[in-house]
Nanobody
C-alpha cells in the first residue's frame, strides 16, 4: 500500500521554526523512491492549495517566491523521506501542509500521483 505520511506540524510563534517530514512507503517507493520528484504544498482555510517547494531526484530544488530564503526542502533517499525546514515563520504560513510525489521524468505540468494526508502548521502572531 502506497503511503506518504507527513509529520512535524504544530503551533509555533511568528519567527519560529519547524521541520516537516514526509515518509514514503509501499511500492513503488520501497524500491525507487530516489527516482521520484517530491513536492510540498499547503492549503489555508478558504484558500486554494498552493505550491511551496519541490526537490528532484538529483537534489535540485525549486521554491515558491513566498517561501524562498526561509524554507529549505531536502531528502534522504536511504530513509525514503523528504523534509521541509521552515524558518522565519509568519502567520500567513498557517496551513495544512501536504507532500506529494511523481516520477522524476514527468513534466512539471503533470499532476502529482501520490499525496499525503497533511499536517497542520499554525503560526501565531
Amino acid at each position: 500500500q502506497v503511503q506518504l505520511v507527513e509529520s512535524g506540524g504544530g503551533l509555533v510563534q511568528a519567527g519560529g521554526s519547524l521541520r516537516l517530514s514526509c515518509a514514503a512507503s509501499g511500492r513503488p517507493f520501497s524500491t525507487s523512491f530516489s527516482t521520484y520528484t517530491m513536492g510540498w504544498f499547503r492549503q489555508a482555510p478558504g484558500k486554494e492549495r498552493e505550491f511551496v517547494a519541490r526537490i528532484w531526484s538529483g537534489g535540485g530544488q525549486y521554491y515558491a517566491d513566498s517561501v524562498k530564503g526561509r524554507f529549505t526542502v531536502s531528502r534522504d533517499n536511504a530513509k525514503n523521506t523528504v523534509y521541509l525546514q521552515m524558518t522565519g515563520l509568519k502567520p500567513e504560513d498557517t496551513a495544512v501542509y501536504y507532500c506529494a510525489a511523481r516520477p522524476n521524468w514527468a513534466p512539471v505540468s503533470r499532476e502529482y500521483d501520490y499525496w499525503g494526508q497533511g499536517t497542520q502548521v499554525t503560526v501565531s502572531s
